[in-house]
């Protein structure tokens, strides 16, 4: 929890104390809300990417434990200092400088070539040979990590609990069908394999999976459902009663005749 790079989640009495509620009224306040949803999912899609890398947007805030000392009064946030792009910043050390302006200096050339093409053949062009195709990319890419690493069932540690075996667990494989299988070379379907081994090309990652799976037991994770189990209510116990799939959930009020 203190040191992971992204998408970590707040803890209850982190997000009770920034908006202003306390811990027991977060039940009511969170439940969802389809459009509340939709706005939330639609914002992560376009812009996640972008904020996480100017403003480690869903990363660890504890900057003050940078091991050499260039976090103290950085934090998360559009002023907070810290980001992907300056060679001071308290994400990386002191040694990897070289690398960061290298990377800088990579994104300069291209926005100056794209200047460049867009004077010569149009914007429109730009827009529709680079920039929607860019964000394409950015969509996948930001759905599929997501997905990688969020689910109920993914422990998070903190530092005392924390271990390398512990954290390379915290993450989950989930079937895709066609698109993780045959556009993603089951990138999507082995990705625990990958926090443990990540040099396994990925025509042997379905069996290398199935090697682990034998070591890790209860603790791989997998999730097999597609888009189907959407489609469909199971049926009601008694016609009156409403459940999902696992047969759980609260039946809705009965309405009782009165005697006059």
Known sequence: ??????????????????IGRKVHELTELTEEAP???????????????PLYLLQNNTGHDNHERQIE????????????GVNHFSLSSTLFEAKDAKYIALSDLGLGLMAILLYEIAQAFGWYNVLTWYIIP???????LVAITYLQHTDPSIGHYGAK?????????????????FIGRSLFHGIIETHILH??????????ADEATEAIKLVMGRHYLSDTHQRRPCWVLEELVDKREVVNRNNLGVAPLRMEKTQE
């Open 134 to 140: 860019y964000m394409w990319v950015n969509h996948w």
């Open 35 to 49: 459009l509340v949803t939709a706005l939330v999912l639609f914002g992560r899609q376009l812009i996640g990417w």
């Open 195 to 204: 926090h443990y081994v990540s040099n396994i090309p990925f025509y042997h």
């Open 1 to 18: 929890m203190e040191r992971d790079m992204v998408f970590l989640p707040k803890t209850r009495q982190v997000y009770a104390s920034k």
């Open 69 to 80: 000392g260039r976090g103290v009064g950085k934090r998360n946030g559009p002023a907070g």
């Open 161 to 177: 609990s924390w271990t390398f075996t512990r954290g390379a667990a915290a993450t989950i494989d989930r079937e895709f069908g």
